[in-house]
């Protein structure tokens, strides 16, 4: 609703600049919390290692991230945060977030990552096309969408916990 | 020490009751706890599960989801709160049933009684991210303990049971031990009783001993008196006097047979007797009295004679039936005063069982009887009662010595029969002599006539006259030589038997039964090996010994009764030498 206020009222929006960084700057606190955070409902095969977060494109989340995994730990393992113009399956990223960029789209960022083991995270906010996990604002919260298909097809095993909180599931086959 | 022993089981009953009830609270506690236990346990694995289902809607602050996630935890009716705490113990989410509140901070562990606690912690990526509180209620009290109502019944009902028993336990031993306490008692009264009446038979046998040996006494001194101043007179005026003398000598020797009498007739009673029975027609023998008796009794009695046809014989001593008729008889004239009928009468008589069931020592069967009835005074009871005992006597002193019943009554017994008196007063009195019925073969003795003269011993017949005694044996010696027999004479058996050896001429032996070594009837034994025919005359003064069995001389030996005259023992010598 309060993208379709903001959408609607784009005028009011623009006039109102400071209201909207106030809310935008809320949700990426939140959704930078939530990339802290799924690290423990996911299994990536092979495992070990550090959590490596990287924040592929433009600087959408700014130092929240930085915030949300200072000091904290996922079963062990350290959380570490990458900031990348672009992402291949060789940049060493566990969970991508991925908000484009001119040099590489979200859809090419996840056309690059398919299939490797790395949990892709977009953001409606940025982009339509989406990743193993969607986020969207829905009533005022940041809710998220979760395509365990794409998950499944990539290795990753994502938790019935965290399942049970997405908006919606593409389930992965035989399931 | 009773009430020691009735008090034990008591208290082990009471104890033990107490124990079971124990051990019924015991159990009931211990299941109440084990109950709370396991419903704390449950709350908590509720907790555990509510903390997995809800981790990701805290971690992802979706207060919504973990609302719905904890909703059906609400349809338990027992549950009162669920909630759920962040990492810093504020309230996120929960619900407040049946009017409890939820804290807005985690509370504490205390808990009411009634309910239990459930707390899990919700964890993710290894860190705790919130807490789950939840509270249920258990059931209540009375509910739990009706679920042990089965149980507590049970040890209410064991405890009961073991205190009846311990009760009934305790009365029964009382019971017993008074039970025992009365038998020892009535033992101890039978004791003392038995005791009792030892020493009041023991009295009554001393009084009638007393009685008896007064009785002999005063009899015997009586005939002492007679025999000692006769013999006095006679030693005095033997020389100056002989008539007088020999009057005096006639007095002594009648004073002496009196003695000798009433001693035969105390053996009677006691009956010691030495009988002879013979087979015995009792009408004959009536028949042959008559004239003994008119002129005994007398002219003022009329004697009547009632003789039974076809009476039955009897066996018994003839002349000591006929001495207790005679004796009846006398008493009866007594009794009369002199004047009055007697009445004779001989009868069968069957005595029965019912009969012999109701009087002492009379054996049912068949019996021949002699009634003597006279229409005198009669007797009252209580003399009934006593009429045979010895020296018991309703005459004057000096008219009758109280032997003549006492004589009958041992007489009877001995020979095997019953003596009965019948008498009221003024009516007159009937005593009725029971003989046993004899079956044996029909040959009643004739009353031998007694020659007039002395038997006497020829030359050369030899006696052996074998005496302990000394007396005895000069008396027995003097009367045989008197006789014209020669006689040796021994003290006892071996000097006997030496004698038999050596004199083949004895002729016969003539031998006390009762002596110290060896008796009469051995030491004939023994003389008859040595001499096959010698023929044997034995004498006693008892009658239990080894010739006379109750009473009763063997028929095949030859007897010559203590004491004796000489004119007896003329008799019996010459019979047993012409035998």
Redesign the interface.
């Given at each position: 609703m309060s993208r379709r206020f903001a959408l609607w009222l784009l005028p009011i929006a623009l006039l109102a600049p400071a209201l909207a960084r106030a809310q935008g700057a809320s949700e990426t606190a939140?959704e930078a919390a939530?990339l802290a955070?799924f690290?423990?409902?996911v299994t990536w095969p092979g495992g070990g290692g550090p959590i490596v977060i990287c924040a592929v494109g433009r600087d959408v989340l700014g130092d929240a991230l930085d915030r949300a995994t200072a000091g904290q730990?996922?079963?062990?393992r350290g959380l570490v945060v990458r900031k990348l113009d672009s992402v291949d399956r060789n940049s060493g990223c566990t969970i991508a977030y991925i908000a484009g960029s001119p040099r590489q789209s979200v859809s090419a960022a996840l056309a690059a990552l398919r299939s490797a083991p790395v949990l892709t995270v977009t953001d409606s906010r940025w982009s339509s096309a989406r990743g193993m996990i969607h986020f969207q604002i829905a009533n005022d919260?940041v809710r998220f969408h979760i395509d365990d298909k794409a998950a499944a097809e990539s290795g990753l095993g994502i938790?019935s916990?965290?399942l049970?909180?997405a908006l919606s599931v593409r389930p992965r086959s035989g399931r | 020490m009773i009430e020691r022993s009735q008090r034990v089981p008591q208290f082990a009953a009471a104890l033990m009751a107490v124990f079971l009830l124990l051990l019924g609270v015991i159990v009931v506690t211990q299941a109440d706890r084990v109950y709370r236990s396991e419903q704390a346990q449950r709350a908590d694995i509720r907790a555990q599960v509510l903390a997995a289902s809800v981790t990701a809607a805290v971690d992802f602050s979706d207060l919504e989801a973990a609302r719905e996630a904890i909703a059906p935890f609400r349809v338990d009716p027992a549950t009162r709160v669920i909630a759920i705490y962040d990492q810093s113990g504020r309230l996120l989410t929960g619900y407040g049933l049946h009017g409890e509140k939820l804290s807005p901070r985690l509370p504490g562990t205390a808990v009411p009684s009634t309910m239990s606690r459930g707390v899990a912690p919700v964890v993710s990526g290894g860190k705790r991210i919130g807490t789950i509180y939840l509270l249920t209620d258990i059931e209540p009290l009375s509910r739990r303990l009706s679920r042990y109502a089965l149980i507590s019944v049970l040890a209410v009902m064991a405890a009961l049971i073991v205190l009846i028993l311990g009760v009934a336990q305790a009365a029964l031993r009382r019971a017993n031990a008074e039970l025992q306490d009365t038998n020892a008692e009535l033992i101890q009264q039978m004791a003392q009783r038995e005791k009792a009446e030892n020493e009041l038979r023991q009295v009554q046998k001393m009084e009638s001993i007393g009685q008896l040996t007064g009785g002999i006494a005063h009899d015997f001194n009586n005939m002492l008196a007679i025999v000692i101043g006769s013999l006095d007179i006679a030693e005095r005026r033997f020389a100056s006097n002989p008539e007088r003398a020999r009057t005096a000598i006639a007095h002594a020797l009648e004073g002496a047979n009196r003695a000798a009498s009433l001693t035969k007739r105390l053996l009677a009673f006691a009956r010691r007797s030495p009988l002879q029975p013979q087979p015995i027609d009792p009408n004959q023998m009536v028949s042959n009295m008559s004239e003994l008796l008119r002129r005994t009794l007398g002219e003022g009695i009329s004697i009547q004679t009632v003789l039974a046809g076809g009476l039955w014989r009897t066996h018994a001593d003839p002349g000591q039936l006929e001495n207790a008729i005679l004796n009846l008889c006398v008493n009866a004239r007594d009794a009369m005063e002199g004047n009055g009928r007697l009445t004779i009468e001989t009868l069968n008589a069957h005595l029965d069982d019912d009969y012999a069931a109701r009087h002492i020592g009379v054996a049912a069967g068949q019996y021949s009887a002699i009634v003597i009835s006279d229409n005198g005074p009669g007797m009252p009871a209580d003399v009934i009662e006593r009429a045979f005992e010895p020296f018991f006597t309703t005459k004057s002193v000096g008219k009758g010595t109280g032997l003549g019943l006492a004589q009958v009554y041992g007489f009877v017994r001995q020979s095997g029969g019953h003596v009965r008196i019948y008498s009221e007063v003024g009516q007159g009195t009937a005593v009725k002599i029971y003989l046993p019925r004899y079956f044996g073969p029909a040959e009643v003795a004739a009353a031998a006539e007694a020659p007039a003269e002395l038997p006497r011993g020829r030359p050369g017949e030899l006696i052996l006259v074998v005496e302990d005694e000394d007396q005895v044996r000069r008396m027995s010696v003097d009367a045989l030589q008197e006789l014209g027999y020669d006689v040796l004479e021994a003290p006892g058996g071996e000097d006997a038997l030496a004698l038999v050896q050596t004199r083949p001429d004895i002729r016969l032996l003539f031998t006390d039964v009762v002596m110290p070594d060896i008796n009469g009837r051995q030491l004939a034994d023994k003389a008859r090996t040595l001499r096959p025919e010698l023929p044997v005359l034995y004498t006693t003064g008892y009658t239990r010994n080894a010739v006379v069995h109750n009473g009763v001389v063997d028929s095949d030996v030859f007897f010559i009764p203590k004491p004796f005259t000489v004119e007896q023992l003329a008799r019996k010598m010459r019979a047993v030498l012409d035998a």
């Amino acid at each position: 609703m309060s993208r379709r206020f903001a959408l609607w009222l784009l005028p009011i929006a623009l006039l109102a600049p400071a209201l909207a960084r106030a809310q935008g700057a809320s949700e990426t606190a939140v959704e930078a919390a939530f990339l802290a955070k799924f690290g423990a409902y996911v299994t990536w095969p092979g495992g070990g290692g550090p959590i490596v977060i990287c924040a592929v494109g433009r600087d959408v989340l700014g130092d929240a991230l930085d915030r949300a995994t200072a000091g904290q730990q996922i079963d062990g393992r350290g959380l570490v945060v990458r900031k990348l113009d672009s992402v291949d399956r060789n940049s060493g990223c566990t969970i991508a977030y991925i908000a484009g960029s001119p040099r590489q789209s979200v859809s090419a960022a996840l056309a690059a990552l398919r299939s490797a083991p790395v949990l892709t995270v977009t953001d409606s906010r940025w982009s339509s096309a989406r990743g193993m996990i969607h986020f969207q604002i829905a009533n005022d919260r940041v809710r998220f969408h979760i395509d365990d298909k794409a998950a499944a097809e990539s290795g990753l095993g994502i938790s019935s916990k965290l399942l049970a909180l997405a908006l919606s599931v593409r389930p992965r086959s035989g399931r | 020490m009773i009430e020691r022993s009735q008090r034990v089981p008591q208290f082990a009953a009471a104890l033990m009751a107490v124990f079971l009830l124990l051990l019924g609270v015991i159990v009931v506690t211990q299941a109440d706890r084990v109950y709370r236990s396991e419903q704390a346990q449950r709350a908590d694995i509720r907790a555990q599960v509510l903390a997995a289902s809800v981790t990701a809607a805290v971690d992802f602050s979706d207060l919504e989801a973990a609302r719905e996630a904890i909703a059906p935890f609400r349809v338990d009716p027992a549950t009162r709160v669920i909630a759920i705490y962040d990492q810093s113990g504020r309230l996120l989410t929960g619900y407040g049933l049946h009017g409890e509140k939820l804290s807005p901070r985690l509370p504490g562990t205390a808990v009411p009684s009634t309910m239990s606690r459930g707390v899990a912690p919700v964890v993710s990526g290894g860190k705790r991210i919130g807490t789950i509180y939840l509270l249920t209620d258990i059931e209540p009290l009375s509910r739990r303990l009706s679920r042990y109502a089965l149980i507590s019944v049970l040890a209410v009902m064991a405890a009961l049971i073991v205190l009846i028993l311990g009760v009934a336990q305790a009365a029964l031993r009382r019971a017993n031990a008074e039970l025992q306490d009365t038998n020892a008692e009535l033992i101890q009264q039978m004791a003392q009783r038995e005791k009792a009446e030892n020493e009041l038979r023991q009295v009554q046998k001393m009084e009638s001993i007393g009685q008896l040996t007064g009785g002999i006494a005063h009899d015997f001194n009586n005939m002492l008196a007679i025999v000692i101043g006769s013999l006095d007179i006679a030693e005095r005026r033997f020389a100056s006097n002989p008539e007088r003398a020999r009057t005096a000598i006639a007095h002594a020797l009648e004073g002496a047979n009196r003695a000798a009498s009433l001693t035969k007739r105390l053996l009677a009673f006691a009956r010691r007797s030495p009988l002879q029975p013979q087979p015995i027609d009792p009408n004959q023998m009536v028949s042959n009295m008559s004239e003994l008796l008119r002129r005994t009794l007398g002219e003022g009695i009329s004697i009547q004679t009632v003789l039974a046809g076809g009476l039955w014989r009897t066996h018994a001593d003839p002349g000591q039936l006929e001495n207790a008729i005679l004796n009846l008889c006398v008493n009866a004239r007594d009794a009369m005063e002199g004047n009055g009928r007697l009445t004779i009468e001989t009868l069968n008589a069957h005595l029965d069982d019912d009969y012999a069931a109701r009087h002492i020592g009379v054996a049912a069967g068949q019996y021949s009887a002699i009634v003597i009835s006279d229409n005198g005074p009669g007797m009252p009871a209580d003399v009934i009662e006593r009429a045979f005992e010895p020296f018991f006597t309703t005459k004057s002193v000096g008219k009758g010595t109280g032997l003549g019943l006492a004589q009958v009554y041992g007489f009877v017994r001995q020979s095997g029969g019953h003596v009965r008196i019948y008498s009221e007063v003024g009516q007159g009195t009937a005593v009725k002599i029971y003989l046993p019925r004899y079956f044996g073969p029909a040959e009643v003795a004739a009353a031998a006539e007694a020659p007039a003269e002395l038997p006497r011993g020829r030359p050369g017949e030899l006696i052996l006259v074998v005496e302990d005694e000394d007396q005895v044996r000069r008396m027995s010696v003097d009367a045989l030589q008197e006789l014209g027999y020669d006689v040796l004479e021994a003290p006892g058996g071996e000097d006997a038997l030496a004698l038999v050896q050596t004199r083949p001429d004895i002729r016969l032996l003539f031998t006390d039964v009762v002596m110290p070594d060896i008796n009469g009837r051995q030491l004939a034994d023994k003389a008859r090996t040595l001499r096959p025919e010698l023929p044997v005359l034995y004498t006693t003064g008892y009658t239990r010994n080894a010739v006379v069995h109750n009473g009763v001389v063997d028929s095949d030996v030859f007897f010559i009764p203590k004491p004796f005259t000489v004119e007896q023992l003329a008799r019996k010598m010459r019979a047993v030498l012409d035998a």
